[in-house]
């Protein structure tokens, strides 16, 4: 199977080479060309813009830093749809808004509304994951599609290389909110368990034995323990935040996150104040560490009084 990828980040980086690994055909672009070295040196083609890529292949995925990445990617100079036309498919894996894939999956099917598209017939599936650097370069990821079904099914082959489990969550837009949902609850849990590690440091007792007593490897999981806990936890006392998750993506999903509640009349105190520990730890210039060095903001915040 040949694919396309566009964006070539942390993610995109690792689940191309995935790909590559089990003998995908795969052209990739990034808007700094010179990431794509890398990837040529594990077998792919390049091309010189988006356009080129979807010229190329009948199936392109993109894997974007955020709406409006993902936007420019489609509408923008030497764009998607430029190339896009009958019969092909593309699939978005970034971490959007339900608002910003349907904008994509609009243009992307229309048939003839406008002389500027008038070859657009394609068909578009929204595919965010979850799962970070680790299972992306693992295969590892869980993978919430929606949109265009026979294109999921036909994108089959290349989920069972990227992902763990994937899910068919019904019309676009379902994939973008489930996706922020999940990453809400885990940045307002990351903003949980800093407080508690940083309350242990304060009132003297030891963050690592809380960190012991929540996730008891050779038990298992302690009740309020899980495998973020688990992962970040000893990193975070050693203040290693080399990223994973860019802590700037992780507040760009509370925020979305926080906007889906509104349009749905749901206030979410917790991951109001999440949200606002994050814009916390990027106005320390904290935006490219993993998002769990909100851990120093929180830290920070506390040496106030
Ligand atoms: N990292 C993670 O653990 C996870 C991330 N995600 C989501 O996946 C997406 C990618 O994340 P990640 O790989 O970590 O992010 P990175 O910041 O590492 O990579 C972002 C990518 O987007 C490209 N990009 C940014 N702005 C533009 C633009 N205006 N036009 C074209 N390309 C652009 C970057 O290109 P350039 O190299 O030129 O800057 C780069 O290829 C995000 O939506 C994120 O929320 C989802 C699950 C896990
Ligand atoms: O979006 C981030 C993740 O870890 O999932």
Redesign the pocket.
Same mark, same amino acid.
């Given at each position: 199977m040949e694919v396309g990828f566009l @964006? %070539? @980040?942390? !993610?995109?980086k690792a689940m191309a080479v995935n790909l590559l690994r089990n003998g995908f055909k795969v052209t990739v672009w990034?808007? /700094?060309l010179s #990431?794509c070295e890398e990837l040529v040196e594990h077998g792919a083609s390049v091309g010189e813009t988006p356009a080129a890529v979807v010229k190329k292949c009948k199936y392109t995925i993109a !894997? %974007? *830093? =955020?709406p +409006?990445?993902a936007i *420019?990617?489609v509408f923008g100079k030497d764009s998607v749809l430029e190339q896009l036309c009958e019969g092909k498919g593309y699939i978005d894996m970034? /971490?959007?808004d339900a608002d910003t894939s349907s904008k994509i999956s609009k243009v992307a099917q229309a048939t003839a509304v406008s002389t500027a598209i008038t070859e657009v017939g394609g068909r578009f599936l929204e595919a965010?994951?979850? @799962? *970070? #650097?680790k299972p992306a370069e693992d295969g590892q990821l869980i993978i919430l599609a929606a949109g265009d079904k026979a294109l999921y099914e036909e994108m089959l082959p290349a989920f069972s290389v990227l992902g763990k489990k994937d899910f068919f969550l019904g019309e676009v837009g379902n994939g973008a909110k489930m996706k922020l949902i999940v990453n809400m609850i885990m940045g307002s849990t990351m903003n949980a368990f800093s407080e508690g590690l940083a309350l242990a440091g304060r009132t003297g007792l030891s963050p690592e034995t809380l960190i012991e007593m929540l996730v008891k490897e050779e038990e298992g999981l302690g009740a309020v323990g899980n495998p973020m806990i688990m992962m970040k936890g000893p990193t975070m006392l050693k203040s290693n935040y080399s990223p994973?998750? +860019?802590l700037k993506?992780q507040q #760009? =999903?509370m925020r979305l996150a926080l906007a889906l509640g509104e349009e749905n009349g749901l206030a979410m105190p917790v991951a109001a104040a999440a949200n606002e520990a994050f814009i916390r730890a990027k106005s320390l210039g904290l935006g490219d560490q993993d998002f769990s060095a909100v851990y120093e903001a929180v830290k920070a915040e506390g040496l106030k009084q």
């Open positions: @964006g %070539l @980040g942390i !993610m995109g990034n808007r /700094t #990431k !894997m %974007l *830093s =955020d +409006p990445a *420019s990617v970034s /971490t959007v965010p994951v979850s @799962g *970070s #650097k994973a998750f +860019p993506h #760009k =999903d």
